[in-house]
């Protein structure tokens, strides 16, 4: 399989090569947009096995998402076979949970921690923040969760905030934070946060366990450098180290590939930092500079270098390619999101139809999760396949939530979130009282929630009533049951066949007349099915000829076990479920899949074909951005990222009316749309002239664009667009009316699915009276942009 070492330099430019082939010293690689920086750090990954001998096992590869980890094992096992195992090459997250797991003696916990995720994180801290009397209404649960995530990229533990607290705030911040740690410890869980803070805590504080993986992995590479935030950066550096440890072990070679343009999630505590002071940090760092593209055309590349060039305090970057201009960027303004939707779908059709792109070539990207759903009723309505990456993600869905609490209980008693949460789901009458009374019960004798309720099944627990003692006990008692079938070595997928069964939560969804139930149990049937992929997935390694070397592998649960299962579930993240562009998954003749989603989930991919959806002011920036230049300078490099996705062709698209929260939002221009140079464009579509837009006069996109930003502000705000001062006048009502006749089938936002059984009234004035079946008769206007689709 192997090629030799010269055949992997042989399609690479010089700059690229110099990094591949750089040994010593850290290695900073700082490049835009498809300039080949994940390519370098494969192709190293390759060549320091084939042309230096290094071990599978001395190399640590750091990556975005668990699917770029594997694509990148992938690749190098296709090189050097089955040794590529011994390889870590994961996110930050999955390696500090295999590290904290490995080494969890030494942090004086068990290696069955929990893992709590943003959900489960607010819930706590909801349950601190009551404990300790602070009002919700001052400092709601998801503010302080947000203040305490962000101490902890700092690494900042609760003794130096309350420290340097300075305001009421941070006093409370650290209040609460000090006691939702020491609940996460009680309940022997972590939360994303954790997983990072605690592993930099470990190394600084044992010497001889840094020393250990500093022995253990001589190369650490990191991609997507510019988002890391301060805990990762130094976890990289105590990871690596910057000079010879005690007993004289040399730093690692550590190479790290950026780009500052991309940094995109400074809101998660992301820092540019990392990359300018890089060198500061690191004063033998070799800085190797890539700048050719291989990804666009000039086209679209231009249109990025325009966008990102607006952006102040950066350092300018030649990027160029040779592969010729390409296509123009296609423009469209339409009436609003529906007919956005509809155009896009009629073009990929077209695309399709002409044989010029398959669906899996084409992704169409939007600034937030709830616009995906305009895309999907158009798209299911004209049979045009597509996935969802991210939004509500499967494991978000309640009734999955409610499953995997039951197995992360049953893997670790300790864990209060998951336990309380199960309490009494299905019901079987422990009511808030109860269980309020059983947690006093816990805080007073300063034992676990689990312990708590044993004691209550003993009569130890003073003011619970005999009955809600008596469905507590019959509780203790399934989860013993259900402890035993865990306990005899029972697959995950029959763990959980006996939760829905013995539980009662299947026959309770089952026997429900809500259509919703249905479809909790569809889902349900759909874990399992994970859970039963997972175990056979397990079973092909082990039955491999290197099952020995995964065995062997400390610091991850047992193969196939439950602990490995969650671990799974807790890591998978947004960009994971990405449909690959072969489109094999979905098994419909090879053409595949459109995939839609946020920008921010497709840092690091590239499409044929992208679609760059509700170019707004107030949508793509976002509204919270308009009124601050930092923001407003994060929002700009996420347009830089959306549009150097697209390597043939890009369309950019805006609608005027827009349905947001369920009313109509009338939206200028995205000010990024005025910053793609003119020339790069053929607009399909313009405002319709007469609409009261500048686009009548001359009909340049400038003119409109820069009349809607004049404008701006005074109607960009949500519902403004709907009064009778719209500065579109009565134009854009008639073209958002819907035209229902009875009979007609509707999809509601908020009502669901619907059979139209009368109309009245004419223009303005139109409603239609239509039966939403469970959720009854509603009449409803048929003006504005209605949150409504006629299928
Ligand atoms: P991003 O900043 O978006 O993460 P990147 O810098 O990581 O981009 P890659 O994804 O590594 O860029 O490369 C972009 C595309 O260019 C890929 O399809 C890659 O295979 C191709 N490519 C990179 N270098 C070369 C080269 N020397 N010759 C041919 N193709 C190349
Ligand atoms: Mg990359």
Request: net charge negative; charged share 25%; aromatic share 6%.
């Amino acid at each position: 399989v192997a090629d030799g070492p010269a055949e992997l330099l042989e399609d690479l430019n010089p700059a690229q090569r110099e990094a591949v082939t750089h040994a010593g010293g850290p290695l900073l690689v700082v490049a835009g947009a498809g300039s080949g920086k994940t390519r370098v750090l494969t192709r190293r990954i390759a060549y320091l096995l084939a042309a230096r001998r290094v071990h599978p096992g001395e190399i640590m590869a750091i990556t975005f998402t668990n699917k770029a980890a594997a694509e990148m094992r992938e690749r190098v096992a296709a090189l050097v076979g089955r040794r590529a195992n011994a390889m870590w090459v994961s996110t930050f997250h999955s390696m500090c949970v295999r590290i904290l797991r490995r080494e969890a003696k030494t942090l004086e916990m068990s290696s069955n921690f929990s893992i709590y995720d943003s959900d489960d994180t607010k819930r706590l801290i909801t349950l601190v923040a009551r404990d300790l009397d602070i009002d919700p209404k001052r400092y709601a649960a998801r503010t302080l969760a947000v203040h305490i995530s962000n101490l902890k990229n700092e690494l900042v533990d609760p003794e130096r905030a309350a420290a340097d607290a300075g305001n009421d705030l941070e006093r409370r911040v650290a209040e609460v934070y000090g006691e939702y740690q020491r609940r996460l410890t009680q309940a022997n869980a972590m939360d994303f946060d954790d997983l990072i803070m605690r592993t930099v805590e470990m190394l600084q504080a044992f010497p001889d366990v840094a020393e250990y993986y500093r022995r253990r992995f001589r190369h650490v590479l990191v991609d997507e450098y510019q988002d890391t935030n301060h805990a990762q950066y130094t976890l990289v550096r105590e990871l690596a180290g910057t000079e010879p440890s005690e007993s004289g072990i040399a730093p690692a070679e550590l190479v790290v590939v950026g780009d500052a343009d991309q940094s995109i999630y400074a809101f998660r505590g992301a820092t540019i930092r990392n990359i300018e002071e890089f060198e500061r940090d690191f004063p033998n760092a070799r800085t190797v500079l890539l700048e050719q593209n291989y990804r666009s055309t000039q086209t679209i590349l231009s249109a990025a270098n325009a966008v990102i060039a607006r952006n102040p305090n950066r350092r300018a970057k030649r990027l160029w390619t040779d592969s010729g201009d390409g296509a123009k960027i296609v423009g469209y303004v339409s009436d609003n999101d529906h007919d956005e939707a509809a155009f896009i779908a009629g073009e990929i059709d077209a695309l399709a139809e002409k044989g010029e792109a398959e669906y899996s070539d084409i992704a169409v990207f939007y600034r937030t999760n709830n616009q995906s759903r305009v895309f999907e009723e158009i798209f299911i309505r004209l049979g045009l396949p597509y996935k969802v990456v991210g939004g509500v993600r499967f494991y978000e869905r309640r009734e999955v939530r409610d499953m995997v609490a039951y197995l992360r209980v049953l893997a670790n008693p300790e864990d209060t979130v998951s336990l309380r949460r199960i309490l009494n789901v299905p019901k079987r009458g422990i009511g808030d009282r109860a269980e309020a009374v059983v947690a006093t019960h816990a805080e007073r004798e300063r034992i676990s929630f689990a312990a708590a309720l044993r004691d209550a099944v003993e009569g130890r627990v003073p003011l619970l009533n005999p009955r809600s003692a008596k469905a507590i006990t019959g509780f203790v008692a399934l989860l013993d049951e259900l402890g035993e079938v865990v306990a005899s070595g029972a697959e995950v997928h029959d763990v959980l066949e006996a939760v829905l069964d013995r539980t009662g939560y299947r026959v309770e969804l089952e026997e429900s007349d809500d259509p919703q139930d249905a479809s909790r149990v569809e889902n349900l049937t759909e874990l399992v099915t994970v859970a039963r992929e997972f175990a056979e997935f397990t079973a092909e390694v082990l039955s491999d000829e290197n099952a020995e070397l995964v065995a062997e592998e400390e610091g991850t649960p047992a193969p196939g076990s439950l602990p490995a299962f969650l671990e799974r579930v807790s890591l998978v993240a947004d960009a994971d479920s990405i449909p690959s562009p072969d489109g094999g998954d979905e098994g419909d003749g090879g053409a595949g899949v459109v995939t839609l989603m946020t920008v921010h989930t497709a840092k690091g991919l590239e499409y044929p074909v992208v679609f760059c959806t509700g170019w707004e002011d107030g949508v793509f920036p976002h509204m919270r951005a308009l009124g601050d230049p930092a923001e407003l300078a994060e929002e700009r490099r996420l347009a830089y990222v959306a549009i150097t996705r697209a390597r043939q062709r890009l369309y950019v698209s805006r609608a005027l009316v827009r349905s947001a929260w369920g009313q109509p939002q009338s939206n200028p221009a995205s000010r990024f749309l005025d910053e793609v140079p003119a020339e790069l464009v053929d607009w399909r579509r313009l405002e319709p002239s007469g609409s009261g837009f500048g686009s009548s006069g001359g009909g340049t996109p400038r003119a409109a664009t820069t009349w809607g930003r004049r404008g701006g502000g005074g109607f960009s705000s949500p519902g403004g667009g709907a009064s009778g001062t719209s500065p579109f006048g009565k134009g854009w009502k008639d073209t958002v009316a819907l035209k229902l006749d009875v009979g007609d089938r509707v999809s509601h936002d908020k009502y669901g699915l619907g059979t139209v059984v009368s109309c009245d009234g004419t223009g303005p004035r139109a409603t239609a009276t239509i039966d939403f079946g469970a959720a009854g008769k509603v009449r409803l206007m048929l003006i504005g942009s209605v949150p409504m689709v006629k299928l």
